[in-house]
């Protein structure tokens, strides 16, 4: 695939994207381009004064930017449900929903307001419940697309299904990186019963590679002096944030991109790079992990679909 930059995204006039996690980072750049190129663009935060801080970035980039706040916190399944009924109730039709936002927080265990593993919670079962509960307007648009956010180090781990919430043996990093696994496994599993229903919503996934966002440092958030240290070190290898956000631009407007294809960087072990179409990992692509993961976030968050 030829280098592929955020100036080639078609005119998004007349469609809806909402963005998880849009105040800072990936998600912030993926709302502005989005914007710049004539979507109205709803940011999905937890902290909104930081949301309305983020209006303003954009709109000294793009004066003529349609972007909004909305209050999101994914780690409280009450507040995905408030949003999700405030946007279906203003937008009948919502053309794309990206699922950016991510938490990484190393260090002791620490649970979501319904009780599950922050990051589980957070990055996947959150997403899953407001997916499921913007369908119907995902299905009322032309050509829609939901974008779930990966990483590469989805492949570095597998899921236990007798220990989704990470009670045994806690480890804050592999639980964040299976957290990325479930994400990939969702993004696929949808795919698949997506198109059993019919339904003329694309699934679609990305991950940024290594990236330079304010996760990387506050991941070490109260690990002191060699915390500090590490996230610095890490910030040296990364690509800038506008590379990072390239994958899911692209998987969320290319007109070529298709349902169930996957998206992140062409270099050395997709750190960084070019877009280009990648590989998930041989459990993420498991049909039976799917289905099982699936029937496991029905049943934690209550939200039944497809």
Request: glycine share 8%.
């Amino acid at each position: 695939m030829a280098a592929w930059s955020a100036e080639q995204i078609p005119g998004q006039d007349g469609k809806v994207a909402v963005v998880t996690g849009a105040n800072s980072g990936l998600g912030l750049i993926t709302a502005r381009e989005l914007a710049r190129h004539g979507a109205q663009v709803v940011l999905a935060v937890r902290d909104t004064d930081a949301g309305q801080r983020a209006v303003t970035t954009i709109r000294k980039a793009v004066p003529e930017a349609k972007v909004q706040v909305r209050k999101l916190d994914l780690a409280s399944l009450s507040s995905v449900g408030a949003c999700a009924k405030t946007l279906t109730k203003q937008f009948p039709a919502i053309d794309l929903l990206i699922n950016n936002a991510g938490v990484v927080r190393l260090g002791p265990p620490l649970t979501t307001a319904d009780g599950f593993e922050l990051h589980i919670g957070t990055n996947m079962l959150g997403h899953f419940a407001l997916t499921g509960l913007l369908l119907d307007a995902l299905s009322r648009a032309d050509a829609p697309r939901v974008v779930s956010l990966s990483s590469v180090t989805h492949k570095d781990v597998h899921l236990d299904f007798e220990d989704l919430m990470s009670h045994q043996d806690y480890d804050a990093s592999r639980a964040y990186r299976r957290s990325k696994l479930a994400t990939t496994v969702f993004g696929l599993e949808l795919d698949r019963r997506l198109r059993a229903a019919d339904s003329p919503v694309a699934s679609v996934i990305a991950h940024p590679g290594l990236s330079n966002t304010n996760l990387t440092p506050r991941a070490w958030e109260g690990r002191g002096k060699l915390g500090h240290l590490v996230a610095q070190g890490f910030l040296l290898i990364t690509q800038s944030p506008e590379k990072g956000a390239l994958p899911q631009l692209f998987a969320a407007t290319n007109p070529s991109v298709r349902s169930g294809q996957f998206f992140g960087p062409s270099g050395f072990r997709e750190a960084r790079g070019n877009v280009a179409e990648v590989k998930p990992s041989a459990e993420a692509v498991d049909a039976s992990v799917g289905e099982r993961l699936w029937s496991a976030a029905q049943s934690l968050t209550k939200t039944f679909y497809l």
